[in-house]
């Protein structure tokens, strides 16, 4: 460890560069070592074409495990870097906090805003900054709704001329339509757009920090935050958000040391500069019909590239506090999400080309296409191995003509027990670095101290392991269908405490115990000795319906332990307080 | 949830003070500021090289003569 953090200067460029050759040699090596044990153990009773396609698939597959290892590694080692530059005193810049909405719970969404907006106020500081509500709403009953909790809120806020409300006729290009419209009526009106979804929550303060840093760096075009998720009540929920608490922060410390000035953007919780956004953000519509053609949909990574194109920074500022989400509270929620990233990551196969790109924009591309191939590796190399062992020939023990003792093939048993040790520990080595990371750095102690973060890592560990078949199932229909031509839409998401029926998680997950029972069937007239090592993925298959009920169930939160248990952050606190206020005038005027 | 939103604004405008707002308030009045910004559209495919450009006219004259020959 001390050697690798010894070979990251701190100079940001060469920081960068030796950052990206750490990660690029360090998977590289991992997935050739693999190919060749792999390739040595799969030869001993003679290599065959399904060995060698089995030998590329694992290439690949370690590959991207231990892009995943390297970006931790590199999360743990570049601790040491300088502050980030922020202006002091007066803040001149205008600033606009854009709220997107598509068919959501008005109150929730605007009291979110009434707490941001009170946030801002308590800090005292003067700057400009505005709120602009910008509405898709296709419900004629939540757009009444809409404009009744708009009236609301600016009379709560004092908020006219501060706080703004518009809805679009039409949702052309969805969500970056709707803000590429917004910029292109008003955007000369302000400096800085917040962009947030409309579940996120910033703290003032985070706020004034992010408009200081832009400010401190003319040539800034994006910063990103890292949201923290809050809010969750479901098992699967809980263990989202303990993840993203406990693991994520040294996941993208390590992608912002690999990022650098060609930083990430995640859609919302960001900062962007007006003028860099609108000279290089237009997004046109991509030739030929959904889903690879018409609006982009995973608009968010091409607008990062083509800042960077445009010679803007864009930059993830990990260090920021104060940034929060919601995620998913079920194994549907999430699927569907998933489904809409699926189609807009494999829609960048038509980006990726694109003139003037810079070389690591291509290549994130890449990645964010790999990230939803690799679930179709993992199925072909089991599918290849069933192959491999219904074909195969047992071993020849006389060989040699006139010979009459028998010639025993090598033992290849420990290559094969270290080739899967090695892909485990790939799999479950960063999460244990994270572990004592935390112990060592006192991270521990916000999520109940050393054993309650390793219990709950395992716990973790444990879930994601079991439901992992199930994802890989829906990333797999979900690159089908998209493959296939179809479109999936864009549906609202689900908000609320996600907490299923068994009829609905029957109806969800009945096609993967059918895939499971058919792929455990196959495997055991095929290839008997492999059933044993398939159970792992085909019993959560088979039990897909049960594990999706039983994981949207609610969890006592100490099974998941996260800062915020302890004391909820203000602008967390200050929502609820809010969204408390209207619930007593509502019910005084049902009184009424 | 559709449900759930039309009985609270069902609710809410019960509240005076509110519905006196909703009655007297234009939602125009709220509506953001102008102040155009250009946003030109960004060039994210490649044209065709000449080469390819070339052999993409020769295809399409071929499939109109084989058209018009069928």
Same mark, same amino acid.
């Given at each position: 460890m001390t050697a690798l953090a010894a070979a990251l200067p701190p100079g940001p460029k060469d920081r960068t560069t030796r950052a990206r050759a750490f990660a690029i040699t360090f998977s590289v090596l991992a997935a050739a070592a693999a190919g060749m044990v792999f390739h040595i153990y799969g030869a001993a009773d003679g290599i065959t074409v399904v060995d060698m396609i089995r030998a590329g698939l694992i290439v690949f597959s370690t590959w991207w495990l231990a892009?995943?290892?390297?970006? #931790?590694?590199?999360?743990?080692?570049? $601790?040491? +870097?300088? /502050?980030? #530059?922020?202006?002091?005193?007066?803040? $001149?810049? +205008?600033? /606009?906090?854009i709220v997107p909405v598509y068919n959501e719970e008005p109150a929730v969404t605007f009291a979110r805003i009434a707490a941001m907006d009170d946030s801002l106020r308590a800090t005292g500081n003067g700057a400009q900054v505005d709120f602009a509500i910008l509405s898709d709403t296709r419900d004629e009953a939540i757009a009444a709704a809409e404009r009744v909790w708009c009236a609301r809120l600016l009379a709560r806020q004092h908020g006219a001329g501060r706080i703004f409300y518009r809805r679009r006729v039409q949702n052309t290009g969805r969500k970056a339509g709707n803000i590429e419209e917004f910029i292109v009526a008003s955007g000369r009106a302000w400096d800085y757009a917040v962009i947030l979804d409309a579940d996120s929550l910033m703290e003032g303060t985070t706020i004034l920090t992010m408009i200081r840093r832009m400010e401190a760096d003319p040539k800034l075009g994006l910063l990103q935050t890292l949201p923290r998720v809050i809010g969750a009540r479901s098992m699967f929920g809980r263990a989202m958000q303990f993840a993203a608490s406990f693991h994520s922060p040294v996941f993208a410390h390590g992608l912002a040391a690999m990022q650098g000035r060609t930083g990430p953007f995640w859609g919302h919780n960001a900062i962007v500069r007006i003028r860099a956004w609108a000279e290089s953000c237009g997004l046109p519509e991509l030739p030929g019909p959904p889903p690879f053609g018409g609006h982009i949909l995973s608009h968010d990574y091409v607008e990062a590239a083509l800042l960077s194109r445009a010679g803007w920074v864009v930059r993830l500022d990990d260090d920021l506090d104060g940034s929060f989400e919601e995620g998913p509270e079920n194994i549907i929620d999430h699927a569907k999400?998933?489904?809409?990233?699926?189609?807009?990551?494999?829609?960048?196969?038509?980006?990726?080309?694109?003139?003037?790109?810079?070389?690591?924009?291509?290549?994130?591309?890449?990645?964010?296409?790999?990230?939803?191939?690799?679930p179709l590796i993992w199925l072909g190399f089991i599918a290849a191995s069933v192959m491999a062992s219904a074909t195969a020939i047992g071993p020849d023990y006389f060989p040699l003509e006139n010979w009459p003792f028998p010639v025993f093939p090598y033992d290849q048993t420990a290559k094969a027990v270290g080739l899967a040790l090695g892909i485990f520990g790939l799999l479950v080595m960063p999460k244990l670095m994270v572990v004592l990371d935390a112990v060592a750095s006192g991270r521990a102690a916000g999520f109940g101290g050393a054993w309650a973060s390793f219990r709950a890592m395992l716990s973790e560990l444990l879930l994601s392991s079991l439901i992992a078949p199930i994802l890989l199932a829906f990333q797999s229909r979900s690159v089908v269908q998209v493959l296939m031509g179809s479109d999936g839409g864009w549906p609202p998401n689900n908000r609320g405490d996600g907490g299923l029926d068994f009829a609905d998680a029957w109806a969800a997950g009945r096609w993967i115990s059918g895939w499971g029972i058919v792929g455990l069937g196959v495997a055991h007239v095929f290839a008997p000795e492999l059933t044993l090592w398939l159970l792992p993925v085909a019993l959560p298959m088979l039990l897909a319906p049960v594990l999706i009920w039983w994981t949207s169930r609610p969890v006592r939160p100490g099974r998941f332990p996260v800062p915020e248990d302890r004391g909820l952050p203000a602008i967390v606190a200050g929502h609820e307080a809010v969204l408390a206020e209207w619930s007593r005038d509502l019910a005084q005027a049902d009184v009424a | 949830m559709i449900a759930e939103t039309m009985t609270i604004t069902d609710?809410?405008?019960?509240?005076?003070?509110?519905?006196?707002?909703?009655?007297?308030?234009?939602?125009?009045?709220?509506?953001?500021?102008?102040?155009?910004?250009?946003?030109?559209?960004?060039?994210?495919?490649?044209?065709?090289?000449?080469?390819?450009?070339?052999?993409?006219?020769?295809?399409?004259?071929?499939?109109?003569?084989?058209?018009?020959?069928?």
């Open positions: 892009w995943g290892a390297a970006t #931790a590694m590199l999360g743990l080692i570049a $601790r040491q +870097r300088p /502050v980030r #530059a922020e202006v002091q005193g007066e803040i $001149r810049g +205008r600033t /606009v906090v999400r998933d489904r809409r990233w699926c189609q807009g990551n494999l829609q960048h196969a038509k980006v990726i080309g694109a003139p003037g790109l810079k070389g690591w924009s291509r290549f994130v591309f890449f990645q964010g296409i790999f990230a939803y191939i690799a | 609710t809410l405008v019960k509240d005076r003070a509110i519905a006196d707002l909703m009655t007297g308030m234009d939602m125009r009045a709220a509506e953001p500021p102008l102040a155009p910004l250009a946003m030109p559209k960004q060039v994210l495919t490649r044209r065709a090289r000449p080469m390819w450009r070339g052999l993409g006219a020769l295809l399409s004259l071929l499939r109109r003569d084989l058209g018009r020959a069928g």
